[in-house]
């Protein structure tokens, strides 16, 4: 799994791992996305789980339905953590 960040944006790391959610993008740099905790498997056409790409290079993740407080169990149930992202963030620099 190392190999995967380098050199690698860690918003699209974690788009990357969503893409079996029914990602879909609505606007510039942001995104929508099932959320793996409350709507997988993916089902319905609301999507609530919202990605961005912040200003700061760290990606903007949170599920509308579940709250930000979740947001570490939504990345751990893709298989990554806050660690790497912000591991990712500082090798793109
Ligand atoms: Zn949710």
Redesign the pocket.
Known sequence: MTGEWNNVDPTQVILSRLKDFGLKSIGASKWKAF?P???NPPKGHKR??FIARGNNGLPVLF????GKE?TTE?LKSLGLSWKEIYAGRQRTR
Do not use: M, P
């Not at 599920?63 to 579940?66: G, P, R, W």
């Open positions: 959320c905790l409350h709507e609530s789980l599920c509308q339905a579940c979740k939504i």
